[in-house]
């Protein structure tokens, strides 16, 4: 696969994933990134702060708090104190939130039982696996350019 094919891949993907949740999206009055942040909230509740989320996923404190305070103004996150040193703000889901994060779950398997059409289990295993080592290989590339 020549270069240019595996970013367009990558950024298609991306744009296909992203659109599978419009609609649920849009019943909830939240953008894509919104919904980003609060899967991301509801998959890893030991990693509850904002700069977990930037570090984790690479993204933006700007955008990341933007969708922080859509979420809190909607109700479906709180921030609290962190006991220990006030300067940080953890994050945490409201039940009103829970609703949403089982759509989105449920959406999410729908999606990954759709991209494995057409592949064996154990080619998809393959294919997961070799997405792992590249994950690990980029990660190890951001360190070294940090």
Excluded: H
């Amino acid at each position: 696969m020549a270069i240019k094919s595996f970013f367009a891949l990558m950024r298609k993907s991306n744009m296909v994933y992203e659109k599978y949740f419009d609609a649920l999206v849009r019943k909830w009055g939240l953008n894509s990134t919104s919904f980003q942040v609060l899967m991301f909230f509801a998959d890893n509740p030991e990693n509850n702060t904002a700069r977990d989320m930037c570090r984790m996923r690479s993204m933006k404190t700007g955008i990341v708090s933007v969708a922080i305070e859509q979420l809190s103004a909607a109700g479906l996150l709180e921030r609290r104190m962190d006991l220990n040193d006030r300067r940080i703000q953890r994050l945490y889901l409201t039940d009103k939130a829970q609703p949403l994060v089982e759509e989105g779950r449920a959406l999410r398997v729908r999606f990954f039982e759709r991209l494995k059409q057409g592949m064996t289990e154990e080619e998809f295993l393959i294919y997961f696996n070799l997405t792992m080592k590249l994950q690990s290989t980029v990660e190890e590339m951001a360190e070294e350019l940090r």
